[in-house]
């Protein structure tokens, strides 16, 4: 026997001993967690009790067994289902699971701290309609004040309780026995909605409108449904933050406020924490309608009383692929950062001290600031972060902005400030309302791809943010527009943005409301109402190829406050197929009967662009590019096919 064997034999059993030492971890699957609550309950505390063991056990696919539970919620929690400790590394399998959320008003699933986890195949539902709705009986007009009432009905099987609270909450028409808001109708906001008799009980009620809000107004009728949102507000998924996870496949039937939010955990002291840090994936998700309540004659319309998918303050912005958005009563998906107004500045050689409305900003973040006239004055680097001081007293010196007057400047703690201390130059004429915009918060990094969003009122996509690409999309019945690329300091939502992508979509029926921001639209306001101006202009680099637009009674495509545009292999199909009903106070200072219109920017690019099947109506133009087009070549970019 050769000498070398009986070593290798040693060998091969020290090597099994080292293996039988080191906890097996490669595709463990560990024991599924039965929920065990009476009533076949689950308790969301147990539950992430049971995540932490198995982490701890080195589990890297963790089972939730199949079934339909219910979910109590807790009034100290942040949701029925909050998922908040650290988690690094797992698979969570809810494939088969149905949650059923026990309270309409409040959040579903609340996630954070994840980092690269994927959670799989849970569907969410609430087991008492999310939405209101009713049935219109009547409508009649008030002679003496030039109010309008409607008389309406909550169909048998659907809640009632926000109807007899008092409150308000609006509302949008829905063509009688569908799904489909009416086309030329508009939002409702009721003045007053009271019983319309004693009964406690009773399921009819007289909503009161200022004004008139009619058919002579709008597209309405007697037996046509109002969808309504619930005025509580809760979001029916949160993921706050989290980094490189994923959630795959799974559905969320109906929502008291957005269906999914994705947001960051801000940062009061300047720091940045990295499992929060977003880039993640969510793929296969369905935002979709209730089922039918229980004794109901008729279909819920709304499946959530706001965005589908709403994207705010993320430092990597997200993947969201192959889902589904239908039904909302808001954006399909809506992706920006925060604006904070300077409320004071102290500025030195190499930088300044700034009071802002508080927002989130870490150390070595890169903030734009913008004048008064919201163009770009200065770019800088954050080096401290701190409270405003007094701490908690902090009292402005204004409190009326123009830049942004939707922000009340009351004293503290009515609305928060912090002090931002910057290095950079060009800081010599920062002031009371001037703008900054964190950019390292503003959820850049993005793709949207293959995802169909439909029926619904607001816009398909509202994008703010940057480096980003918008592939394959299909867009439907989305009452207040497409693709919509604008800052909105109303909202104090941005940024401009650069470095976009939007490739292949299809656009189809959208601007069917009494407002219309577009099939596509790019460019931004400034404080005065008008379109943002320049050098320097505020968008760049953004290429626009290969996208359809369909039976849109509107402006198709307008472009302003932009720099470096290439429009190329674009089809315009059936513009104008029917007379515009968008007619009511324009959201942006477009002109009326025009396909393409662009203004306020320089090196724009339009290239084999076609219109088949235009407009009969010799009145509506194909295309205009005002004089403040420069160094561009866009005269024969959209020709007629």
Request: aromatic residues 10%; neutral net charge; proline residues 6%.
């Amino acid at each position: 026997m050769s000498l070398a064997r009986p070593a290798v034999l040693l060998l091969l059993l020290l090597l099994v001993a080292a293996a039988a030492a080191v906890p097996f971890r490669a595709a463990t699957v560990c024991q599924p967690y039965v929920p065990a609550g009476p009533n076949n309950t689950l308790d969301a505390a147990d539950m992430q009790t049971w995540l932490l063991r198995g982490q701890a056990a080195g589990c890297e696919w963790l089972t939730v067994a199949p079934g339909r539970y219910a979910v109590d919620f807790v009034r100290s929690a942040r949701a029925h289902v909050t998922l908040a400790a650290n988690l690094s590394d797992i698979v969570l399998d809810m494939r088969g699971v149905t949650l059923v959320m026990n309270d309409r008003d409040n959040t579903a699933l609340y996630v954070s701290n994840w980092a690269n986890v994927t959670l799989r195949g849970l569907t969410i539902m609430y087991a008492q309609l999310p939405t209101n709705q009713a049935t219109i009986l009547n409508i009649s007009q008030d002679d003496e004040h030039g109010d309008t009432v409607f008389d309406v009905v909550v169909p048998k099987g659907y809640p009632i309780r926000d109807w007899h609270m008092g409150k308000t909450f609006s509302c949008n028409v829905y063509a009688a026995g569908t799904r489909y808001l009416r086309v030329g109708s508009q939002d409702l906001y009721p003045a007053r909605i009271a019983p319309a008799g004693a009964d406690p009980s009773s399921r009819r009620f007289l909503m009161t409108f200022d004004g008139d809000v009619g058919p002579s107004q709008q597209s309405v009728a007697i037996g046509d449904t109002l969808g309504c949102r619930n005025p509580q507000g809760a979001f029916g998924v949160t993921i706050d933050g989290c980094s490189r996870s994923n959630f795959h496949d799974f559905s969320l039937l109906g929502a008291p406020s957005f269906g999914f939010f994705h947001g960051h955990p801000k940062s009061s002291d300047g720091s940045f924490d990295q499992r929060n840090g977003g880039g993640n994936t969510f793929l296969g998700l369905q935002l979709t309608y209730p089922e039918r309540p229980a004794g109901a004659t008729v279909d819920p319309v709304l499946s959530a009383s706001a965005d589908g998918f709403h994207v705010a303050g993320v430092p990597v912005g997200p993947t969201i692929e192959s889902c589904l958005l239908e039904g909302h009563n808001d954006d399909g998906i809506a992706l920006h950062g925060h604006y904070s107004l300077v409320t004071e500045a102290k500025v030195y050689s190499h930088g300044a001290q700034l009071w802002v409305t508080s927002a989130d900003y870490a150390v070595g973040d890169v903030v734009k600031i913008y004048n008064t006239d919201f163009l770009l004055t200065a770019v800088v680097i954050v080096i401290g972060v701190g409270p405003a001081l007094p701490n908690g007293h902090y009292q402005p010196p204004h409190n009326v902005s123009k830049t942004m007057p939707n922000v009340q400047l009351l004293p503290e703690p009515g609305t928060w400030y912090q002090i931002v201390n910057v290095s950079g130059t060009s800081l010599s004429n920062v002031e009371f309302d001037f703008v900054a915009f964190n950019t390292n918060r503003s959820t850049s990094g993005f793709t949207f791809r293959n995802n169909t969003i439909r029926n619904h009122r607001a816009r398909g996509m509202l994008i703010k943010a940057s480096n980003g690409l918008v592939e394959r999309n299909r867009i439907t019945n989305s009452s207040l527009g497409g693709i919509i690329i604008t800052p909105e300091l109303s909202w104090g939502e941005g940024d401009y943005v650069s470095n976009l992508r939007i490739v292949g979509n299809t656009i189809t029926s959208v601007c069917t409301g009494k407002q219309c921001y577009g099939g596509l639209g790019i460019g931004a306001k400034n404080p005065r109402g008008t379109f943002s101006g320049g050098p320097p202009y505020g968008h760049s680099n953004i290429q626009v190829s290969g996208n359809r637009f369909e039976n849109i009674s509107q402006m198709n495509i307008w472009v302003t406050s932009t720099q470096g545009i290439a429009m190329t292999n674009n089809t315009v199909a059936w513009p104008f197929a029917y007379p515009p009903v968008a007619t009511c106070c324009p959201p942006y200072p477009f002109p009326d009967g025009l396909v393409v219109w662009v203004a306020n920017t320089s090196n724009a690019t339009f290239v084999n662009n076609c219109v088949v099947h235009p407009s009969n109506n010799s009145a509506i133009r194909l295309f205009e590019a005002t004089s403040s087009v420069v160094n561009s070549t866009v005269e024969g970019g959209w020709r007629l096919c």
